[in-house]
Every structure is written in C-alpha cells, then in structure tokens.
C-alpha cells in the first residue's frame, strides 16, 4: 500500500520552514526520506526506526508517530539547495522493502 | 567510496524491441535493487536481490520483464518485448544488509532514461 504524502507541493522563501507529511495504512518498521532533484538520482537524508532509533543528516529533523503511522520531515531556515522533490519510503515488512509515497514537491525562491 | 553505477544513461527503443540495463553496486552491499521511476511519482520496486537470491518481485512483470545478478555483485534487468508504458527511469540501488535487517540506508545510482517509440 503506498504511503500518501502531504502537500503535494510547497512554494517557500529562502528562510522559511516547511512540513511534509507522510502517512500509512500500514503498521511499519522504518520511514526513510529521499530528496530528488531533477534528473538526478534520489539522495538519502533520514531514515527513523520503529522504537524511536533516528540515522541522518544534522540539519533536517523528523518525526515518527508509531501509533498513527505517520511521519512528518521538517524543513526549518530553507535554503535554495533544499529545492527538489521529497519522498517518504515505507517499509512494513521488515526486509528493508520500501513503498514510496507520490513525492512533495518543494521550491525555495531567494 | 565509488557509488552505484548504471549503464546506459539513456536509451530509447521502438515498442517490441528488446533492452537491457546494467547496474554494480557500492562494493560490499549484498542488497540490490530494481526500481522503475514513472514521470512525476515515486520510485516503485520491481525486484530486490539478497545476493543472488530474489527477496521480493511481487511487482515485476515477469511476462516481459527479467532480471538477474549471478555472482551477487551487478546485475542485468532486461524488458523483452518492451511497451509504451515502459519509458520511464529504471534505478539501481543497493544496502549493505546482511541478513533480515529493518531499516538500512538504499543508495541509488543515477538511473537509466528509457523512452519506447
């Protein structure tokens, strides 16, 4: 089943904060997040595990609700580089087999 | 460290040709993985490769579509007769794992551009 994402796309100022939601009808082991910018592959940024266990880079935080299956990527102090499209992958089968969402799309304008 | 390589970056076929795409993943991962990438939607999983075991090709359409990875290192996905429908970015990715292990990091490589006339 695959995750819903929320917005679907987003429109910031350099400096503004954003949220992009993830969410399953599933019950799951892990939520990872990609960002992708045009014709270019996925780059990692976070994964967050089931039990509270987070692996990623510094300055992007997220959340995970276990209980509603949800995940929530925060984007705070944006910067043009944070443009691109944000995908939330699923996993709930405990295989590393991931589901991925229709994507956020996110455009930071100076 | 290199990352995943793919090959070719491009390529574009009439509908009922054949093509192959090729991929070596980040030395040491014993996962790989197929994704097929449809304009404006997210990566969706075709195959996934412990090794040179299959773990998961529930999605692959296995009338036209084969794939393999012989010596658990690269590996081959290949579209026989090819359709319309198939033009899309086809990515490789790999993870370390090494067993049933939750949660590890995918790294993708740059994808493969396939456009059917």
């Known amino acids: 089943q695959q995750p819903v994402q929320s917005p679907q796309a987003v429109i910031l100022r350099e400096g503004e904060d954003a949220v992009i939601n993830c969410s399953s009808s599933?019950?799951?082991?892990?939520v990872h997040w990609y960002r992708q910018k045009h014709g270019e592959a996925p780059v990692f940024l976070m994964i967050l595990l089931k039990g509270g266990e987070q692996k990623g880079h510094e300055k992007i935080s997220a959340s995970f609700n276990e209980k509603k299956q949800q995940s929530s990527l925060y984007l705070t102090a944006s910067q043009l580089s944070y443009s691109g499209t944000y995908f939330c992958g699923t996993e709930t089968s405990g295989y590393s087999t991931l589901t991925f969402g229709k994507g956020t799309m996110l455009l930071v304008s100076p | 460290e290199a990352g995943v390589a793919q090959s070719p970056r491009y390529k574009i076929i009439e509908k009922r040709q054949s093509v192959a795409f090729w991929c070596n993943p980040i030395?040491?991962?014993?996962?790989l993985y197929w994704y097929q990438q449809i304009l404006g939607q997210g990566p969706k999983l075709l195959i996934q490769?412990?090794?040179?075991?299959?773990?998961?090709d529930s999605q692959l359409p296995k009338d036209r579509f084969s794939a393999e990875r012989l010596k658990g290192v690269d590996s081959t996905l290949k579209i026989q007769p090819a359709k319309l429908e198939d033009s899309a970015v086809y990515l490789c990715a790999s993870s370390q794992n090494r067993g049933s292990v939750s949660g590890e990091t995918q790294y993708f490589g740059p994808g493969t551009r396939l456009l059917v006339l």
């Open positions: 490769f412990q090794n040179n075991g299959v773990v998961d």
């Open positions: 030395s040491g991962h014993a996962t």
């Open positions: 599933k019950a799951l082991y892990s």
